[in-house]
T-cell receptor, first 112, second 108 residues
């Protein structure tokens, strides 16, 4: 079945460590997104990519990095520079423009 | 003030009740989305609409562009409808703004 797969579902990290969250889609979508969700707040955009080898910063990109080497894959690295990384991270994809968004199941990162 | 405001924040209903969740936004939009987030965290898209009304099973979504307001209605609510419902608006291209969500609990 077509969809978006995120991994890992749960991740624990020590302070000072970088971690990479995986996002893979087989929907043939050009656009992919990473969002952060904190309690009581709406989703906030970290990075998005319209096409392979291109990506743009969202509202809260500081302390994060991404790559888009393949159409299907859009991994997110949470670096040690991110001051408050504990959160729920959601990956999404869509056809570009006004397309419907498809979400993964999310990855919950906890910094110990 | 957030660009997308939802009300209520929390809603508890008895099984069978008619439920309404409201969404107001302050920006120009090309489309409005209603999303459902399950307790495990995954999100599914319920509706995408730019005018009028859409219906899918027991769910109905309406939008009034002039008033910048949308409602999500659930008829004959059921405990399996318990979830967080999120309103999101797209202003064009990648620019998507999300409400904080409405947590719905339907008791048997």
């Amino acid at each position: 079945d077509g969809g978006i797969t995120q991994s890992p579902k749960y991740l624990f990290r020590k302070e000072g460590q970088n971690v990479t969250l995986s996002c893979e889609q087989n929907l043939n979508h050009d656009a992919m997104y990473w969002y952060r969700q904190d309690p009581g707040q709406g989703l906030r955009l970290i990075y998005y990519s319209q096409i392979v080898n291109d990506f743009q910063k969202g509202d809260i990109a500081e302390g994060y990095s991404v790559s888009r080497e393949k159409k299907e894959s859009f991994p997110l690295t949470v670096t040690s520079a991110q001051k408050n990384p504990t959160a729920f991270y959601l990956c999404a994809s869509s056809t570009w423009g006004d397309g419907e968004l498809f979400f993964g199941e999310g990855s919950r990162l906890t910094v110990l | 003030k957030n660009e997308v405001e939802q009300s209520p924040q929390n809603l508890t209903a008895q099984e069978g009740e008619f439920i309404t969740i409201n969404c107001s936004y302050s920006v120009g939009i090309s489309a409005l989305h209603w999303l459902q987030q399950h307790p495990g965290g995954g999100i599914v898209s319920l509706f995408m609409l730019s005018s009028g009304k859409k219906k899918h099973g027991r769910l109905i979504a309406t939008i009034n562009i002039q008033e910048k307001h949308s409602s999500l209605h659930i008829t004959a609510s059921h405990p399996r409808d318990s979830a967080v419902y999120i309103c999101a608006v797209r202003s064009g291209g990648n620019d998507m703004r999300f409400g904080a969500g409405t947590r719905l609990t339907v008791k048997p």
